[in-house]
């Protein structure tokens, strides 16, 4: 039985029209005078954290920990002020599959799981009004490393749970081969959406154990 269900965010719950690609770049030019500096940044399936490093080492910039916290501090302002300008849309079947899971008579916790900073994605998700569904989750600035926030959003859920979960109780739903890889790292169930900008064949080749084109393709009894 599937206790924990772990969301993605960007590509698999929303898509923004770039918000976060957009923040990130008017963080670079008016905070680190640094144009254009996002075009040979790569975002998909990856951790803020680790996003804004390979900016620095790019750069030459130093990669301290007051120019994370000046990096991200305008981040969020600027992330803020460029969702309310785009027409960004909650992705076919989210918001329905959360709906079913939450109305299962043994309903699993739902939580994230997300390279984004933690601030980051409650103003996505915030304004997409999805926010709320979440009991947990784990971010960007828990760990760099994404199969390691994988763990600590597992041991949240179980906090929750109240009790160990085993990786066959755990699922894990996204939109790239990172989320692939770091649900593998837990060895939980993993569930492919190919609504991101990966196709469904190339997400096929990462053998999840289900890959569907959206969301909506998922009857929540017969999946679970």
């Known amino acids: 039985m599937i206790r924990l269900v772990l969301f993605d965010i960007d590509g698999t719950l929303i898509q923004t029209g770039g918000a976060g690609e957009k923040a990130f770049a ?3 030019e008016r905070e680190f005078n ?8 790569h975002f998909a399936g990856r951790t803020d954290p680790a996003i804004v ?15 994370f916290a000046r990096f991200f501090s305008a981040y969020v302002i600027w992330l803020e002020k460029i969702l309310a300008t785009l027409d960004g849309t909650v992705l076919p079947g989210a918001r329905e599959l959360i709906a079913s899971f939450q109305a299962m008579p043994h309903r699993p916790v739902i939580g994230l799981l997300t390279g984004n900073i933690k601030q980051g994605a409650q103003l996505k998700l915030s304004h997409y009004r999805l926010w709320d569904l979440f009991a947990t989750g784990a971010y960007g600035d828990d760990h760099e490393d994404r199969n390691q926030i994988a763990v600590i959003a597992r041991d949240r859920g179980a ?10 109780e755990i ?6 081969p990172r989320d692939i890889e770091c649900g593998r790292a837990i060895g939980a169930k993993i569930l492919a959406v ?4 990966f196709p469904i064949e ?11 084109s959206t969301l909506g393709d998922i009857d929540t009894v017969e999946f679970l």
């Open 26 to 28: 008017q963080v670079c």
């Open 34 to 41: 640094v144009p254009d500096a996002t075009k040979n940044l």
């Open 53 to 67: 490093r390979d900016f620095f080492k790019q750069f030459g910039i130093a990669q301290t920990s007051e120019h």
């Open 159 to 168: 906090e929750i749970v109240g009790a160990p979960l085993r990786g066959e």
């Open 171 to 176: 699922l894990v739903i996204g939109d790239t």
């Open 194 to 197: 190919a609504t991101g900008i």
């Open 202 to 212: 190339q997400l096929r080749s990462h053998q999840a154990h289900w890959t569907v």
